[in-house]
T-cell receptor
């Protein structure tokens, strides 16, 4: 089975940097994915990591350590529109995704 | 190109009634995923298909739930009989074979069972 843990809520200030952590325990691992979900909307794909290290994509970066079962999503130069839920997901051996419960990020002025 | 299309967008029904949710994949995609999202349990995978074949149905709650892909671009999720605990947002997502982690979600169906 799989167990994915991420903080329930975080608050950060506009213009700042925030790091959202995700830890996982899995019996099969094919990649770690991050999705963004605004309130009342569908999740949208942000990034993925298959190998250890940092993947940068504009203001967003994602890091993976497979040996530690750990990932984080780094958001720089926060904007009000970044207020959303951020879902960490592990790709299983079947290639399906197992999602964490999400971290609700509130960006304040 | 049109994204994933789901219908209905909202459904209110009474306990015991049959509910059918529909999903149309993005053209060229051949993997289809059904999810259920609630505050308590988060986003849960119910079932996923590759090329119309069910690959992982470990998340289907019980026999009351069934999913089909009658053709390569369309799927249904049926709940019969429905119960109040089935109230949730049901998402359908699609992806290309080989890139199953990069999924495109439909807008969801908000189901309320009274």
């Amino acid at each position: 089975g799989q167990n994915i843990d991420q903080p329930t809520e975080m608050t950060a200030t506009e213009g700042a940097i925030v790091q959202i952590n995700c830890t996982y325990q899995t019996s099969g691992f094919n990649g770690l994915f991050w999705y963004q979900q605004h309130a009342g909307e569908a999740p949208t794909f942000l990034s993925y990591n298959v190998l250890d290290g940092l993947e940068e994509k504009g203001r967003f970066s994602s890091f993976l350590s497979r040996s530690k079962g750990y990932s984080y999503l780094l958001l720089k130069e926060l904007q009000m529109k970044d207020s959303a839920s951020y879902l960490c997901a592990v790709k299983k051996s079947s290639n399906a995704l197992n999602f964490g419960k999400g971290t609700s990020l509130l960006v304040t002025p | 190109d049109a994204g994933v299309i789901q219908s209905p967008r909202h459904e209110v029904t009474e306990m015991g009634q049959e509910v059918t949710l529909r999903c149309k994949l993005i053209s060229g995609h051949n993997s289809l995923f059904w999810y259920r999202q609630t505050m308590m349990r988060g986003l849960e995978l119910l079932i996923y298909f590759n090329n119309n074949v069910p690959i992982d149905d470990s998340g289907m709650p019980e026999d009351r739930f069934s999913a089909k892909m009658p053709n390569a671009s369309f799927s249904t999720l049926k709940i019969q009989p429905s119960e109040p605990r089935d109230s949730a947002v049901y998402f359908c997502a699609s992806s290309r074979l080989g890139t199953e982690g990069t999924q495109y979600f439909g807008p969801g169906t908000r189901l309320l069972v009274l």
